[in-house]
């Protein structure tokens, strides 16, 4: 495929199902560019009008082994005329990416369990360690994010959000320590100089707004929805001591961060801590809805029969496609390949943060990105409307680009599929500077 986007974007089909889309579907999703898509392979997305998107979406950092890899589908394929859900049911690849899931992950945890989105493998994991500690508080922070239900959104980092405001009251005993932002730092320090000051938020919490019966401290290894915020690797470390010296366990959500997106297979490895529950999902099927807590079985096995189980955790259409997928990220060695593009997406995107005054921070690992777009730099007061701008600019040439995410909404989100090569990285930094000097020097 190559890029093409015509003249009259969106073209007559895709205004038709925008049209009809507006008219049947509620307003509650994300504003994303007018694109209608229709078909998508490895790295290239078409809409309904025949026109060509380089992907620096991979969905919404899901398709990590590249839209409609041939073995993913064609496990899919074989598996749909076979049988597609059986319940709880035992089937051979439920318990066969279990297995997988236990072997590719540290080895104190020993056991997974499937489901199917990401904010039920959150749930899971906290009902999980309320259960096997007998505690209850949760502990989670500022701008995390951990999925749309009730449970999970309590334990969101943001409250006044869109996502969330006026859907409270929240779930009771969760509370919500600092997280370090350190483009923003709220005490105004900067790292390395401030050792991570902040983690004393956490002791502070704990007296000012629990009992001290804290269950579990959940956190992301980078916060996705606020910012592709990357906390210090001596942060991490200190957040594991803490959760040794209080007796709470460490639940690490892992649901974007995983399966080679930072350039290594999990994010955690870059900081050298072990969870004791795991929540996956998104990259780890690269298609259909999967996720998992892959857990340790003195907690896991304190659940009783029929404590936790869903309609379509685990189904075997699923299943099969996350061992067909599992094996080509490994086989194709894709996080290696994060890692080797992500350094050429870095000093891409540190000539543009030289060159624009309006890109005030950059920060990332292998595959996943955050351009937090500002006034300008001294000010770095929030510019969501220049980021915006910027997204559908790119849009127009070529380059697709989720809506801006972040705190404030000013944060572009780059995250192509880990299949992607050097050319088309280089491809896409051109198309991001010509969008980027299309609003800057006509704004
Ligand atoms: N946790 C994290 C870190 C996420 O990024 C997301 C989704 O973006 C979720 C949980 C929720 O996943 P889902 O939308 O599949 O429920």
């Not at 997974?112 to 505690?135: D, I, P, Q, V």
């Not at 009992?211 to 290894?221: D, L, R, S, Y």
């Amino acid at each position: 495929m190559d890029i093409h986007v015509s003249q009259d974007f969106p073209g007559p089909k895709a205004q038709a199902i925008l049209a009809q889309a507006h008219r049947y579907e509620p307003h509650s999703m994300s504003e994303q560019v007018p694109v209608v898509w229709k078909k998508a392979d490895g790295v290239y997305v078409e809409d309904v009008d025949g026109n060509v998107f380089l992907d620096f979406t991979s969905g919404v950092l899901v398709v990590n082994a590249g839209h409609s890899h041939p073995r993913i589908v064609e496990a899919i394929r074989d598996q749909s005329s076979q049988v597609i859900n059986c319940y709880d049911f035992a089937n051979e690849y439920r318990s066969s990416l279990a297995k997988k899931l236990v072997e590719i992950t540290p080895a104190n945890l020993d056991k997974a369990f499937l489901l199917s989105t990401g904010g039920e493998a959150t749930e899971a994991a906290m009902k999980m360690a309320r259960r096997y500690t007998g505690k209850q508080t949760i502990l989670s922070f500022t701008g995390a994010f951990h999925g749309r239900t009730y449970g999970a959104m309590s334990a969101g980092g943001k409250h006044s959000g869109a996502s969330t405001k006026g859907f409270g009251p929240f779930l009771p005993m969760v509370s919500h320590a600092y997280f370090p932002y350190c483009y923003r730092c709220l005490f105004g320090k900067e790292y390395p100089g401030c050792r991570c000051a902040c983690l004393q938020s956490l002791d502070m919490v704990l007296e000012t707004q629990t009992e001290g019966n804290v269950a579990c401290v959940i956190t992301e290894t980078y916060q996705g929805g606020a910012g592709s915020i990357l906390p210090p690797r001596e942060w991490m470390l200190g957040l594991e001591a803490w959760c040794k010296d209080h007796d709470a366990l460490l639940i690490i959500d892992e649901v974007q961060a995983s399966f080679g997106r930072t350039g290594k297979l999990f994010g955690f490895e870059h900081h050298g801590i072990q969870p004791h529950l795991l929540c996956l999902g998104k990259g780890i099927s690269s298609s259909v809805p999967l996720s998992a807590v892959v857990g340790e079985s003195r907690i896991m096995d304190c659940l009783e029969p029929g404590t936790l189980s869903s309609t379509h955790g685990g189904n075997p259409l699923c299943a099969r496609a996350g061992l067909a997928n599992i094996d080509v990220i490994l086989e194709e060695k894709l996080p290696q390949n994060a890692a080797s593009m992500g350094e050429i997406l870095a000093s891409g995107f540190q000539s543009m943060k030289n060159e624009l005054e309006i890109l005030g921070d950059v920060r990332g690992q292998g595959l996943v990105w955050g351009l937090e777009i500002v006034k300008d730099k001294t000010s770095k007061e929030p510019n969501p409307g220049a980021a915006k701008s910027v997204v559908h600019a790119a849009c127009r040439k070529g380059l697709l680009m989720i809506a801006p995410i972040g705190m404030y909404g000013n944060v572009l989100r780059i995250a192509p599929p880990l299949v992607i090569d050097r050319e088309r990285i280089e491809q896409g930094l051109d198309l991001l500077r010509d969008a980027f000097r299309s609003v800057v020097y006509t704004d």
